[in-house]
């Protein structure tokens, strides 16, 4: 078993969304009608022991996730390096168990604080206060060597996170199904088993959930010597970039954009319920107003003070539910929406955090 200190670390969907050149919005390079992929936390009944082996009861519960897809085609085109993974909640701890197939099995054993994994790992990524900004990565490899970062969307590192697993400790192991670092057998497959402590504040309550994705790289190798070694590029003398397979497909837009991510959550009712699905449309639109606004910014070098302003740059008004209201100064602006029926304001600003506040009729 492996304990580490920090960070941290998604039942599955009817389909993929529609993918064109451009979404309801007229943003380029964005899903049309986005609906994020949902996972239903199975609540425990005891916690099952960190070990890597799928061997507790405890599991037999929780669904397996669909097998994750290409970052680049969205598909699951290589059945022999399928990867899933299942998910449990127990005592305000999260309980994550990934499975990777794989033939040939290796990893480095990095020395103990380095501070990125460079090898084939599993990663979780998780928006931990749901703003869409900020964000917690896990990595961990074959052998067990782990390496976690705080994040925002600009993906630069951040000294100060604000969430719920601030200096918790997380528990993680791997078991292998063959041997790591024998180039000379054939391997089945490895697991990764987390323990990631998380309160929820109400397992019941709607709107309490989190933003989450998960993903596997994996690098092109030779075998040198007895030894797995990464293929370089002949004509750049670097390696070639790893292969990689996400839970949530992100329509190849880089992992930092977190709006693209999957939700999982303690309950379904948040599925069934109309405010929260509202409310998910609400942040989208405001998602698409934010696209527009930094397209509009590159262009006129300020952003535009008024909805109307952004068909200059392609922005669809006609695909709006509601209408947000921009206040803005050449550098900065901020989109709201006010959601009457549920008495909530969201704003979306030019950072790209989203928040909520109680709306108070003045």
């Known amino acids: ?11 599955n969907n009817k389909g993929k969304e529609i993918y064109s050149d451009k ?6 390079k964005k899903p049309f009608n986005f609906s994020p992929k949902t996972y239903i936390l199975h609540h425990l009944s005891k916690a099952p022991v960190i070990d890597g082996k799928n061997t507790d009861s405890e599991w037999d519960s929780c669904q397996w996730t669909s097998d994750f897809v290409s970052e680049i085609s969205g598909k699951n085109d290589n059945s022999s390096l399928s990867t899933k993974l ?10 994550l168990l990934a499975k990777l197939n794989e033939s040939h099995i ?13 090898d084939n790992y599993f990663q979780v990524c998780i928006d931990c206060n749901n703003n869409e900004h900020e964000y917690h990565t896990i990595k961990i490899n074959a052998l067990g060597i782990t390496s976690c970062h705080h994040c925002n969307i600009n993906d630069s590192l951040s000294s100060h996170p604000s969430c719920p697993f601030n200096n918790l400790n997380i528990n993680a192991s791997v078991y292998i199904e063959g041997t790591a670092n024998n180039p000379k057998d054939i391997d089945r497959y490895w697991q990764a088993e987390l323990a990631i402590p998380y309160k929820f504040k109400n397992t019941n309550r709607t709107y309490d959930y989190l933003k989450m994705n998960f993903t596997r790289n ?6 040198v010597d007895g030894m797995y070694k990464k293929i370089l590029n002949s004509e750049t003398g670097k390696t070639y970039e790893g292969e990689k397979w996400q839970w949530a497909y992100m329509w190849e837009n880089p992992i930092s954009d977190v709006e693209l991510w999957g939700e999982v959550h303690p309950n379904k009712e948040n599925l069934e319920n109309k405010h929260f699905l509202m409310a998910r449309t609400i942040k989208w639109e405001l998602r698409n107003v934010y696209y527009a606004q930094k397209l509009h910014y590159e262009k006129h070098k300020r952003f535009a003070h008024k909805i109307a302003g952004l068909k200059d740059v392609g922005f669809d008004l006609s695909a709006l539910k509601f209408r947000p209201d921009i206040k803005a100064n050449k550098n900065h602006f901020t989109a709201i929406i006010t959601n009457f029926d549920t008495k909530r304001i969201w704003i979306i600003d030019d950072s790209g955090r989203i928040k909520s506040e109680t709306y108070k009729k003045r």
Do not use: H, S, V
């Open 218 to 223: 994996r690098w092109q190798y030779t075998i």
């Open 1 to 11: 078993m492996i304990t580490f200190f920090a960070l941290a670390t998604g039942c």
């Open 106 to 118: 290796w990893g480095m054993d990095f020395p103990k604080g380095f501070p990125r994994i460079e």
């Open 86 to 95: 299942k998910m449990g909640l127990f005592n305000d701890t999260i309980y």
């Open 23 to 28: 979404n309801e919005f007229g943003i380029k």
